[in-house]
């Protein structure tokens, strides 16, 4: 229910209905968003402060009314026509919370599930395994400093990539909120840890960017895979291409970006959080460090190193060496 809009929502209360003689209702169920409507129209059943539901609450048949776009509530039906008119027709609401533990023939069936959401991130696993309307992405929830374990070099790694989220900030015009050209270099060894080897971050006009980024390229060497960040449209794959074509001879991808800089790094979040991520240390790790802290996955937050850091764990883990990405 919470891909619905409160519109459409209601709009679906005046199709509900029948000459048969049944009383017409719906049963939706939820997952918490706290910036959804819905948690505004059952603040009654959850708890403001932590943002659970409220377990004796649960149940509790209410009456509610429209009236202009606002919602009435009342214990009864007849306190609402008491306080609103004796026209009125009050319809009823309840809420009932769940968790996956309440859900038992599922867990019997696929005891994975659970493993499953608890991998999830911080704010996911909030959400989806307790339950809280409160949890949002804030700067610290997302990744923490603590969560990075600095190392003084990696192991033997079996693959390694080098991403790179581009911006045409020449440094001149260049201010503390301007985009940079940032590329992070991730390699994974052959126990499941990540290490972001590297990173790489400027600000430069488009022929600057381009020219740094072949530069950096053949210092990495050929066994290194790179991935450009690609703009959706014709214009973003034009400008892939053009670097696609300054690489020849790299194995270079590209990746169009469709999805938000909050989701994009989710995946990314779970890994550091259960410690599968470090950092090999250099002179780059406080500013890499403190932009992963205070990303907060809003469109103001400066992002660039978040998001080439998820663009090549996304590329260490879901593309084959040999693939093809984002077409």
Request: net charge neutral.
């Amino acid at each position: 229910m919470e891909h619905f809009t409160r519109k459409q929502f209601f709009y679906m209360l005046s199709r509900n209905r029948t000459t048969c003689g049944v009383n017409p209702y719906i049963r939706a169920t939820c997952n918490p968003d706290p910036d959804h409507w819905l948690r505004d129209f059952m603040r009654w059943w959850i708890d403001d402060d932590s943002g659970l539901p409220i377990i004796e609450r649960g149940g509790i048949i209410r009456w509610f009314i429209v009236v202009d776009e606002n919602v009435h509530w009342a214990d009864s039906p007849e306190d609402l026509t008491d306080s609103v008119g004796a026209d009125v027709r009050p319809k009823s609401f309840t809420f009932i919370p769940g968790k996956v533990h309440d859900n038992k023939i599922l867990l019997a069936k696929d005891p994975n599930y659970l493993a499953n959401l608890e991998a999830l991130s911080w704010v996911d696993r909030q959400r989806l395994l307790y339950g809280n309307w409160n949890a949002r992405e804030t700067a610290g929830s997302i990744f923490r400093r603590e969560w990075f374990n600095v190392v003084g070099a990696s192991p033997a790694l079996v693959d390694t990539v080098r991403y790179w989220d581009r911006a045409a900030t020449d440094a001149q015009n260049a201010s503390k909120r301007s985009s940079w050209t940032a590329g992070v270099k991730m390699g994974l060894d052959g126990h499941g840890q990540y290490f972001v080897l590297d990173v790489v971050r400027f600000h430069g006009s488009p022929l600057d960017v381009e020219n740094r980024i072949k530069n950096v390229a053949s210092q990495d060497g050929r066994d290194t895979r790179v991935g450009i960040e690609q703009d959706p449209g014709q214009a973003g794959k034009a400008e892939a291409l053009v670097h696609v074509r300054n690489l020849a001879g790299n194995n270079v991808l590209t990746n169009t970006v469709r999805e938000s800089k909050g989701t994009r790094a989710k995946p990314l979040s779970a890994q550091v959080e259960a410690g599968n991520v470090q950092v090999v240390r250099g002179s780059w790790n406080d500013a890499y460090l403190r932009e992963m802290e205070n990303f907060d996955a809003s469109d103001r937050c400066v992002a660039d190193q978040v998001d080439a850091s998820s663009g090549a764990f996304l590329l260490l883990t879901s593309v084959k060496r040999a693939g093809t990405w984002g077409r």
